[in-house]
């Protein structure tokens, strides 16, 4: 039996149409793997779920509000979203029994929802746990609605909590899947069900901790839930169905032509992850190059278009350059003084000091002076980093051996990406010769040692028109995939 995972975004369940749509790319795909008369062969086929398209941020800000005394928006949310699924529900389901028992799980799970935010309030205090158990509500509704639109397709499916199969540690808001209890968990409750025919409709984003306790993987998570799964069960592929035809050369709403490829590396897609394309999250790509499980990016609104094939090894283009990215709301930080000259051990206590903070560090450029060391970190990280930083260099910023440790808000890192760029000479020189033509000053410069990545970092304001400068010279939008 072909085993594939497929994972439908926000967007491809934001309303009754696209929701519909969804339901009939899981039919066909069930109908191709059982083919025309193997009625009693399992279809093969997992699907995993977002929330529906802004419920997360909904239910987040209810939370939030909720902490703040504010009880108007969680009640709000509640009828809200009761209404939006119950729509749904009535829209693609006839069968008044499966529409009853539906409502009453959205009505079951939305008081449960009030109730939490109603103890949020009296407590006055919203803790990343708590928040959890909110913000995967989204995910606990929009499974249930999605196995039973299937089961009206004449798909045999049942919803399954992935808090049953998604071990992770107490890291809450950003969880890690325990791997050592996570993959036997999956394959316990997913391969008898799987093989007696049933496709199970699984939850993206949460987790549980091995007491039970409900975690998420972080926003955007879902598509790392479908490769934490597809490792686990040993998928043949693991399919992300979005709203856009696969990876793009850069992200099409910032630039207009911007082309989607048909094939990527993991490595490339990890980099385009990792500094801001939105399409996967960044995590994604590990269980699936651990098991070596191809990704493929799809359309959901486009089905019949190939999208995007990540697999290990893939051609390269005569530049080497494939795609363009960027990472938005960072404030870059400078340690500079000439008494930093030859002294050992500044920069380490400089990352030291950032790390006590468990800031994310997404670029380090140091001049060949050594008279400075700058980094990047995002802007919530950034007070608490100059100040850790301050109190780490008092003695040497009195006796002037460092100077200043001055820092800058509002930066964008634009990363150039392309396994290929390894060992050809000229590409930063046309980065940069394509910035200086529109008087895009560039702040700092790093390259990865993977070399399949040089960063920039620039302006907030002066991003997009970079992103778009860039692109064109390397005519990424001229079909060169
Ligand atoms: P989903 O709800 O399916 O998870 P997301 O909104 O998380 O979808 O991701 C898809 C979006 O990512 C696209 O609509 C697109 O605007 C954005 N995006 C950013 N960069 C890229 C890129 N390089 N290729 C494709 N899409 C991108
Ligand atoms: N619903 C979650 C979020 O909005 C997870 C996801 O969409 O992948 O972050
Ligand atoms: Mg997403």
Redesign the pocket.
């Known amino acids: 039996m072909l085993m594939i995972v497929m994972k439908f975004?926000?967007t491809s369940v934001g309303t009754a149409e696209s929701i519909d749509s969804a339901a009939k790319i899981v039919a066909a795909a069930v109908e191709r793997q059982t083919g025309g008369d193997g009625a009693e062969e399992s279809p093969g086929v997992l699907v995993v779920v977002?929330?529906m398209g802004g419920v997360?941020n909904t239910l987040i800000d209810a939370a939030q509000a909720a902490a703040a005394g504010d009880e108007t928006p969680y009640r709000d949310a509640r009828s809200q979203l009761l209404v939006r699924h119950q729509v749904v529900a009535g829209q693609l389901i006839e069968d008044g029994v499966e529409r009853a028992g539906l409502g009453r799980l959205f009505d079951n799970r939305l008081r449960e929802f009030e109730r939490l935010c109603r103890s949020i309030t009296v407590l006055g205090e919203l803790t990343q746990r708590g928040l959890d158990v909110v913000s995967g509500v989204?995910?606990r509704l929009s499974a249930p609605l999605l196995a039973a639109v299937l089961r009206a397709n004449g798909v045999n499916s049942q919803f399954v909590d992935a808090g049953e199969l998604i071990i992770t540690d107490d890291q809450f808001g950003n969880a890690n899947p325990l791997m050592e209890a996570t993959p036997a968990r999956c394959r316990d409750r997913l391969l008898p069900m799987m093989q007696s025919g049933v496709v199970p409709v699984v939850t993206?984003?949460v987790g549980a901790t091995e007491k039970g306790v409900p975690t998420t993987l972080g926003?955007?998570?879902?598509?790392y839930s479908a490769a934490i799964l597809g490792a686990a069960l040993d998928a043949d592929e693991i399919q992300i169905w979005t709203d856009v035809d696969g990876v793009m050369t850069a992200d099409p709403r910032i630039v207009e032509n911007a082309q989607s490829m048909e094939e990527l590396s993991y490595e490339e897609v990890a980099e385009l992850a990792y500094y801001g394309a939105k399409v996967l999250?960044p995590k994604t790509v590990t269980p699936a190059v651990e098991s070596g499980i191809p990704l493929r990016v799809l359309n959901t609104f486009n089905p019949s278009h190939p999208g995007t094939r990540i697999v290990e090894k893939t051609r390269q283009l005569h530049h080497g350059v494939k795609a363009i990215t960027a990472v938005r709301e960072l404030r870059l930080i400078t340690v500079a003084g000439r008494g930093m000259i030859g002294v050992p051990g500044i920069a380490a206590r400089t990352f030291d000091a950032v790390a006590r903070q468990r800031a994310n560090v997404l670029m380090i450029s140091q001049g060949s002076s050594e008279q400075s060391i700058c980094f990047v970190v995002p802007e919530a990280e950034g007070d608490a980093v100059v100040g850790a930083l301050k109190v780490e260099f008092a003695r040497e910023l009195a006796q002037n051996m460092i100077e200043e440790i001055s820092h800058q808000p509002d930066i964008v890192i634009v990363a150039v990406i392309g396994a290929g760029m390894k060992g050809t000479p000229g590409i930063a020189a046309r980065v940069f010769n394509a910035l200086g033509e529109r008087n895009i000053n560039v702040i700092a410069i790093a390259q990865g040692s993977s070399e399949a990545n040089i960063s920039l970092v620039v302006l907030q304001t002066e991003a997009d028109e970079a992103l778009r400068a860039i692109h064109d010279t390397f005519e990424l939008g001229n079909g060169a995939d």
């Open positions: 975004g926000g977002s929330a997360t989204g995910e993206g984003f926003r955007g998570g879902s598509d999250h």
